[in-house]
Nanobody
Framework: EVQLQASGGGLVQAGGSLRLTCEIS????????IGWFRQAPGKEREGVSC????????FYADSVKGRFTISSDKDKNTVYLQLNSLKPEDMAVYYC???????????WGQGTLVTVSS
């Protein structure tokens, strides 16, 4: 069974940092892409970052470039998202998702809430 478990959210002051973790089971991360998305109250879900499993290519939304870093540990089948220099506008529920045999992200984990106080 494919499962993605996101964790690591919490309350942090503006300028602070968090590291989100996406634990993957049911497939090997190295063969697919994993993405991080977020959804703030009243807003549409947006893509934040993703990493391609085989070659490690990464992508970042313009709003997080230079502040967020996606990485992976293939031995642990885990993907991380380091959030630095957090801003109040980064506050959202963050989700990790996988694109398995599809051109879109078709497996989703539950979200983890990031709250940024100003």
């Amino acid at each position: 069974e494919v499962q993605l478990q996101a964790s690591g959210g919490g309350l942090v002051q503006a300028g602070g940092s968090l590291r989100l973790t996406c634990e993957i089971s049911g497939f090997t991360f190295g063969d697919y892409a994993i993405g991080w998305f977020r959804q703030a109250p009243g807003k549409e879900r947006e893509g934040v970052s993703c990493i391609e499993g085989r070659f490690g290519s990464t992508f970042y939304a313009d709003s997080v470039k230079g502040r967020f870093t996606i990485s992976s540990d293939k031995d642990k089948n885990t993907v991380y998202l380091q959030l630095n220099s957090l801003k109040p506008e980064d506050m959202a529920v963050y989700y990790c998702a996988a694109a398995l045999g599809a051109a879109e992200f078709n497996y989703w984990g539950q979200g983890t809430l990031v709250t940024v106080s100003s």
